[in-house]
């Protein structure tokens, strides 16, 4: 931290005033719990202070909870405090410990993590000199936008009206339940969220949104500051400068932000006048971190809503079965927008079976006839039209036909992908990328050609076959992770598309999230079964949301709706998802799914975690996995978990490094936490490495005879997305 902190005197001068402090400690250390500190005198719980760990300065925050009065002990002094900035209050903290428990991370780790890095390098000084800034550009924000008034709201529609007062009923309740909105594409769900943010900020309390990408938080960033001309908004994602993430968290620590908008990161913002909790899109899984502590955002809004009293409205077209099944038992209260905005009719679902389409080879293979046609008819008409392909690049693998060559990763178990634009292959794990070589390495065949497509090839063959009436090229657009890397590309695109000059936009999930395409009549999957036979249960669940969000897309004005379209191509016409799908019947394809999850005891019927070792072979990974399940069994409580095999991760190797997993599954999710609580521990000392002479010389005595190199490192996931 900076050298500007408030410092605190030396030991020497301490008084007998003792504090617990959270840091973050490395992981290996299993040192999860906060840590003892002396000082001169007593810091208020949720300070920010500098305290020694071994021999480096590290961050940490004053934690509430007594610490070991043992006067034996002498403790290490806490040497600096950031006593400009009022402590992070006991909500905040509470929240914090609830997630560090839950997912099985030390109190320090979530808690470092979640605050602003520039934290660490301000001292006091500086800091009060940020806050005094703020202060200031806030006091002059109302002469800044004395011309700009706020947007007057529309009349609501029956069904938002009566949505929006039963909102306002459960929050009247001394802990209001978590309302389940579940809204049809385009019902206004987003006109819901204004207007009960707009109850929340005439209560004097703030109001926090959640949204999954970081790439809709500009536009619905837009639509509030559109509403509450006048009011403080902010911003909390990722692609924020350190600066700016700073900046818009003490705006809401300080209580001087009425809204908040963000992404996952968000749920963790301090703010001390909480009075709502929207989590749009609640489904989705970009919710769930997959690294360090892996929260699920939604999980911990949910919570902190009981916490701090706050509503939570959780929004989805397409809930996830977790939170229908809650609605179901009466956790929830389920809330509905059963139609459109003005009337219009949902997007006709069009299956192409593409077992009956003619086999020719050549570049249209991947799109069907029928589908063609409809693309050109739209072009006729001037409506636009989005093409979805979830698969970035031009083809998944470069092959030769002579002595069957493919274009494998030497460090990951995967293809490298062909990209043609720069005539490259990019591992899109391990981010290797090399020139796409003249000939085949193995044999020097000159014909080495693409299997497969991306949404490059498929913006290619596009090209390639539609034409406007006039006889030009269709204007077509990309939209893509590779498209959108420079700033301001996306924003660019989407203009582009909102302005009606592209006609057809081609692009991956990323462009069926929650944007509204107002001239879009036509939607369509070109590849979606690959989900429908996955290894992984919640992958038809994921593909379901996927197409019903898509086919939003399309016909969002009501004058265009009657004519709007979703076409599906699949292999499979029959299956009953696509059946759901036609009939736009989320609550048959929920009832289903649950039904079998049930018969076969999975999540919400059950609880699941999953242990992960990372070792440079497959043989010390298992290894570590089969020592962690024989060490589970001989735990109290085993009986009513069970630990399965380890096997290898979908993609088993990354970057060199072999990946291994293992469930654990439990009828009961108090039995499985408290197995974990337990187990957990124990596991660092499978890994750690030797300390005496003697101890290095039997692991290497026991490396030599097993083969087993040490892991790299473990990890457990608890409510893990992905299996």
């Known amino acids: 931290m900076g050298g500007n902190f408030t410092v605190v005197p030396s030991p020497a001068n301490l008084a007998a005033t003792r504090l617990r402090v959270a840091v973050d400690a490395p992981q290996h250390s299993g040192l999860s719990a906060p840590l003892d500190y002396a000082a001169e005198h007593a810091l208020a719980p949720g300070t920010l202070v500098s305290v020694p760990l071994g021999r480096r300065e590290v961050p940490g925050v004053v934690w509430h909870g007594a610490s070991d009065p043992n006067p034996a002990l002498e403790l290490r002094p806490v040497t600096a405090a950031l006593m400009s900035l009022p402590p992070l209050g006991a909500a905040w903290r509470e929240l914090v410990d609830f997630a560090a428990g839950y997912y099985q991370r030390s109190t320090g780790e979530i808690a470092l993590s979640v605050l602003p890095p520039e934290l660490r390098k301000l001292g006091d000084a500086q800091l009060a000199n940020r806050i005094k800034k703020l202060h200031k550009a806030l ?318 090839r498929l913006e290619e063959q596009l090209a390639a076959l539609l034409r406007t009436p006039d006889d030009k090229v269709a204007r077509i657009a990309r939209i893509d992770a590779d498209s959108t890397k420079l700033k301001g590309a996306l924003e660019a695109q989407l203009g582009a598309v909102h302005a009606g000059d592209v006609d057809v936009l081609v692009g991956t999930q990323m462009v069926t999230k929650g944007h509204d395409f107002r001239r879009i009549t036509l939607v369509a999957a070109v590849n979606p079964d690959s989900s429908l036979f996955s290894s992984d249960f919640r992958a038809p669940e994921r593909l379901f949301a996927l197409l019903m969000q898509a086919g939003g897309r399309a016909g969002r004005d009501a004058s265009q709706a009657d004519r709007s379209e979703l076409w599906v191509q699949t292999w499979h016409p029959t299956h009953a998802l696509y059946g759901a799908l036609r009939r736009h019947d989320f609550e048959a394809f929920a009832a289903s799914q649950l039904k079998e999850r049930e018969m076969a005891g999975l999540p919400p019927f059950s609880h699941l975690a999953i242990l992960r070792a990372d070792a440079r072979t497959a043989e010390a990974a298992r290894a570590f996995l089969h020592a962690a399940a024989e060490l589970a069994a001989t735990l109290p409580g085993a009986d009513h978990v069970m630990v399965y095999p380890p096997v290898p991760m979908g993609v088993a190797r990354v970057a060199d490094v072999e990946r291994m997993q293992m469930l654990i599954e439990s009828a009961s999710r108090v039995a499985l936490q408290r197995f974990l609580a337990l187990w957990l521990p124990a596991l660092h000392g499978l890994r750690r490495t030797p300390k005496t002479a003697d101890e290095r010389i039997l692991k290497n005595h026991e490396r030599i005879l097993t083969g087993h190199e040490r892991i790299l490192r473990w990890a457990v996931d608890v409510d893990p997305l992905a299996i």
């Open 139 to 456: 006091a002059d924000a109302p002469d800044a936008m004395g011309a700009v008034s706020a947007t007057i709201a529309p009349t609501l529609t029956d069904a938002q009206a009566q949505v929006l007062a039963q909102i306002a009923a459960a929050g009247t309740a001394d802990v209001p339940p978590p309302v389940l909105l579940h809204g049809i594409t385009g019902s206004g769900k987003t006109e819901v969220y204004l207007g009960a943010a707009a109850q929340a900020l005439a209560a004097g309390k703030q109001a926090l949104v959640l949204v999954p990408e970081i790439n809709l938080t500009p536009q619905l960033e837009a639509r509030f500051a559109e509403r509450f001309a006048g009011r403080h908004i902010v911003s909390l994602h990722s692609a924020l400068t350190p600066a700016q993430r700073l900046r818009s968290w003490l705006a809401a620590h300080l209580g001087l932000a009425d809204l908040v908008l963000g992404t996952r990161l968000a749920v963790f913002a301090s703010m001390p006048r909480l009075g709502l909790i929207v989590v749009d899109e609640e489904h989705d899984p970009s919710y769930k971190q997959q690294e360090g502590a892996r929260y699920s955002a939604r999980d911990l809004a949910v919570y902190r809503g009981r916490l701090e009293k706050a509503t939570v409205v959780l929004g989805s077209a397409t809930p996830s079965l977790e939170s229908w099944q809650r609605a179901a038992e009466g956790k929830y209260l389920k809330l509905a927008l059963p139609a459109r905005i003005g009337g219009g009719a949902l997007p006709k679902v069009r299956l192409v079976d593409m077992n009956q389409q003619p086999k020719l080879h050549g570049v249209n293979t991947a799109l069907s006839a029928p589908l063609v046609a409809a693309l050109q008819d739209r072009l006729a008409r001037g409506e636009q039209s989005l093409v979805f392909l979830n698969r970035r690049g031009y083809a998944p693998v470069l092959h030769c036909g002579e002595c069957g060559w493919k274009s494998g990763c030497p460090h990951c178990s995967v293809w490298r992908v062909f990209h043609k634009l720069d005539r490259t292959l990019r591992c899109h794990h391990c981010g290797l990328t090399e020139r796409v070589p003249r000939a085949c390495p193995d044999c020097g065949n000159l014909d080495i050609a693409p299997i497969g497509r991306g949404t490059e």
